[in-house]
T-cell receptor
Framework: NAGVTQTPKFQVLKTGQSMTLQCAQD?????MSWYRQDPGMGLRLIHY???????DQGEVPNGYNVSRSTTEDFPLRLLSAAPSQTSVYFCASSYSMLETQYFGPGTRLLVL | AQSVSQHNHHVILSEAASLELGCNYS??????LFWYVQYPGQHLQLLLKYFSGDPLVKGIKGFEAEFIKSKFSFNLRKPSVQWSDTAEYFCAVTGGSYIPTFGRGTSLIVHP
């Protein structure tokens, strides 16, 4: 099993550009989520999904969109990048909300 | 909504010192409790978890945690830390219909 994979590992964007962060898991997990990690702020939940076709907002959803067309994939879209979105983004998955979360390796994003 | 508090944001220890990191949560129902560790430059991974049974749980690398229901606490302990324990530690709780909630993390630095 590859577990949770994320691409790209690093990305530099200019303000106003859009991009998609990819996340995939091969463990047949129903629950998937996106977090951003900033110094001193811990992990903040952006969006989550309890299954294909079902998504919901987390703590900091503004400026991000998600979709869940398959169980395996949960892409995160930045609509119009802003410097405040400079962060490290982690995708996670689990069998359910109550179970152990498995994290991807992260995407480090710099918005200029 | 549930919340998780980690009281120690930064901890600096010398090798062989004992460690205790505090974690308190607010949800009054049945909970699942987790400690995750993030080594420098890596993603979060599970250190240990409590679902039910013996409230003293043992994890990897000599870590243990004790669930005290009356105090809503799940403190992490290690009798003798090593330089390789330098990492960020996150407490997390799931319960009821709530999505997983993470604490803000504790940065541990162990001096050789």
């Amino acid at each position: 099993n590859a577990g949770v994979t994320q691409t790209p590992k690093f990305q530099v964007l200019k303000t106003g550009q859009s991009m998609t962060l990819q996340c995939a898991q091969d463990m047949n997990h129903e629950y998937m989520s996106w977090y951003r990690q900033d110094p001193g702020m811990g992990l903040r939940l952006i969006h989550y999904s309890v299954g294909a076709g079902i998504t919901d907002q987390g703590e900091v959803p503004n400026g991000y969109n998600v979709s869940r067309s398959t169980t395996e994939d949960f892409p995160l879209r930045l609509l119009s990048a802003a410097p405040s979105q400079t962060s490290v983004y982690f995708c996670a998955s689990s069998y359910s909300m109550l179970e152990t979360q498995y994290f991807g390796p992260g995407t480090r994003l710099l918005v200029l | 909504a549930q919340s998780v508090s980690q009281h120690n944001h930064h901890v600096i220890l010398s090798e062989a010192a004992s460690l205790e990191l505090g974690c308190n949560y607010s949800y009054g129902g049945t909970v699942n409790l987790f400690w995750y560790v993030q080594y420098p430059g890596q993603h979060l991974q599970l250190l240990l978890k409590y679902f039910s049974g013996d409230p003293l749980v043992k994890g990897i690398k000599g870590f243990e945690a004790e669930f005290i229901k009356s105090k809503f606490s799940f403190n992490l302990r290690k009798p003798s830390v090593q330089w390789s324990d330098t990492a960020e530690y996150f407490c997390a709780v799931t319960g009821g219909s709530y999505i997983p909630t993470f604490g803000r993390g504790t940065s541990l630095i162990v001096h050789p």
